[in-house]
Structures are given as C-alpha cells and as structure tokens.
C-alpha cells in the first residue's frame, strides 16, 4: 500500500517545534500543488535553507518526522528557481516514489484541516494551533479540534472461489472494486459492513472477519478492510446511484481494478494469490 514506504520513516508524532531549522524539510501548497525539488528523474523534499537562504520563516506549522528529519507546513510564498516544481496533488496516486507520495497526501489533509478551521465553529472566534498537541484551540470559548478522520469500512465478500467486485458510477476505466462506505453514528464496524453491502449491492454476508487497515488522507479517511462471505446464489441488486454494476468473479477472471497502492486493491491481489 501507498503508506508503507520502507526503509524510510515516517512518524506522525507531535513536536512543539516552533523554529525552522536550515536543514527541515519544507512543504509549501499552491493551491492543490506541492513545491518539490527536481533530482535527476525524481524528487525529494526542498528543505529551508534552499528556499528561503538566511531568511526567517515566519508562519510554519509542524506537520510530522520523514527520516528523523522534522517537516514543517511554510506559507510565506518561497523564491524558487528552474530547480523546483509544484505537483498537483492528484498525481501521487501513480507516483513512483512512494515516500513522496505518502508523506504529500499526509501534509496536504493537515492542510486542509488548519485551513477549514481558522473560525470557530460554536463561536466565530479566531483560532490558535495548540502548542502541546495536535490540535487546534479556539481563542474565545475554548473549543479544541482535532484532525478530522472518518472511519469507512472496505469488504471483500467471498463465496468459495469468487469474490465479488463492484463498478462505481464514478470510475474511469471500467474499473471495479470491494464495495466500501462509511461508518453511521451509533454503528459497529460490522454492522456497517452488513448495511452497506445489502444497500449498495443487496447481499446477506456472514462470518464477517477483520482483514488489514489503511489511512487515506485524500478523503480524511481511515479504511478498515473486512472480509465476509455470502452466498453466490442470492440476487444482486444493485442501488444505482453509488453502483452500477457488480458481479462474481474468479481468480483467473479478474476485471480492471485499483493497483496495491490502495486497501481495495491489495485485498483483491491477496484473493488473487489465494491468501484471502
């Protein structure tokens, strides 16, 4: 999957680093594109000194670790030369370097997040970042957010030798994927993976088990994969509105489907094996 970038390091602690450093990694957005320096036919991370040379940086945010080395969200606009390039965010699905990509999509939801939560949202009052957590304080009642994640549950159902994949209305390249949604209030994880299965497709499932878990910062969501059974010889029906198609298939019969950077389709590659 996309986030798993060994041998190099990721680690989402929080620091109260409040300083720059000259050899930070720095993560400036325009708009839905991300400052990276050119290096050869790759990229890596620009750091402070490159962009900014003596200069102080003056608006920073602490995003996370890449290699033991902090990484800071900047806003002042830095000085760049035919040696950067921005990236718009969409292009790290298929980005060969995995630890730009991952660590990119990372910044750019923390991104996100501080900007939708500049106000109050019980009061109106102008917010602060809290200095001792991740997360953002209200300067008038006190209100603490944090990062929004919403849990949404990714089933592979299964019947001997099949498994069932589904075509979303949404998809480009006849694509077909696990059926997948999220969490209501007031729902286990299991009674969502049998709620959305029988909305979107119409199926009873059973012997539902837990199979791996995947953040996904595009969409602020964490998947949690399952895997369940049900039995081929029910109908389906699909709702046409998210689905528009689903059908069983076999191992050797696999339609176009989403590579391993993501949950779906590491599952699908694990039925694929036999290893489901």
Not at 96 to 106: D, F, G, H, Y
């Given at each position: 999957?996309?986030?798993?970038?060994?041998?190099?390091?990721?680690?989402?602690?929080?620091?109260?680093?409040?300083?720059?450093?000259?050899?930070?990694?720095?993560?400036?957005?325009?708009?839905?594109?991300?400052?990276?320096?050119?290096?050869?036919?790759?990229?890596?991370?620009?750091?402070?000194?490159?962009?900014?040379?003596?200069?102080?940086v003056t608006v920073a945010s602490f995003?996370?670790?890449?290699?033991?080395?902090?990484?800071?969200?900047?806003?002042?606009?830095?000085?760049?030369?035919?040696?950067?390039?921005?990236?718009?965010?969409?292009?790290?699905?298929?980005?060969?370097?995995?630890?730009?990509?991952?660590?990119?999509?990372?910044?750019?939801?923390?991104?996100?997040?501080?900007?939708?939560?500049?106000?109050?949202?019980?009061?109106?009052?102008?917010?602060?970042?809290?200095?001792?957590?991740?997360?953002?304080i209200c300067s008038g009642c006190n209100?603490?957010?944090?990062?929004?994640?919403?849990?949404?549950?990714?089933?592979?159902?299964?019947?001997?030798?099949?498994?069932?994949?589904?075509?979303?209305?949404?998809?480009?390249?006849?694509?077909?994927?696990?059926?997948?949604?999220?969490?209501?209030?007031?729902?286990?994880?299991?009674?969502?993976?049998?709620?959305?299965?029988?909305?979107?497709?119409?199926?009873?499932?059973?012997?539902?088990?837990?199979?791996?878990?995947?953040?996904?910062?595009?969409?602020?969501?964490?998947?949690?994969?399952?895997?369940?059974?049900?039995?081929?010889?029910?109908?389906?029906?699909?709702?046409?509105?998210?689905?528009?198609?689903?059908?069983?298939?076999?191992?050797?019969?696999?339609?176009?489907?989403?590579?391993?950077?993501?949950?779906?389709?590491?599952?699908?590659?694990?039925?694929e094996k036999g290893k489901l």
């Open positions: 999957m996309i986030n798993s970038i060994l041998p190099h390091k990721f680690d989402n602690q929080y620091h109260n680093y409040t300083i720059v450093n000259d050899n930070d990694y720095i993560f400036h957005f325009k708009g839905n594109s991300l400052l990276l320096e050119i290096n050869g036919d790759e990229y890596k991370f620009p750091v402070k000194k490159e962009l900014y040379g003596e200069a102080n995003l996370f670790s890449f290699n033991d080395k902090p990484c800071f969200l900047v806003w002042d606009i830095p000085q760049i030369t035919n040696r950067y390039t921005y990236k718009e965010i969409n292009l790290f699905r298929k980005f060969k370097q995995r630890e730009i990509a991952w660590l990119s999509m990372v910044a750019f939801q923390l991104m996100n997040w501080i900007l939708s939560n500049k106000y109050c949202g019980k009061c109106g009052s102008k917010t602060e970042e809290k200095r001792d957590e991740r997360a953002i209100t603490i957010v944090y990062p929004k994640i919403s849990p949404a549950i990714i089933v592979a159902i299964v019947c001997n030798d099949k498994i069932l994949l589904a075509h979303n209305s949404n998809f480009a390249n006849n694509w077909y994927s696990l059926v997948a949604g999220y969490a209501d209030i007031g729902e286990s994880l299991e009674e969502t993976v049998i709620r959305e299965v029988k909305e979107e497709v119409g199926l009873d499932v059973k012997n539902i088990r837990y199979c791996k878990s995947q953040p996904w910062p595009y969409s602020g969501s964490l998947m949690i994969g399952f895997v369940a059974e049900a039995d081929e010889l029910q109908p389906i029906h699909v709702d046409n509105i998210e689905i528009n198609e689903a059908a069983w298939f076999t191992r050797e019969n696999l339609p176009n489907h989403p590579p391993n950077i993501s949950i779906s389709g590491e599952m699908i590659e694990l039925f």
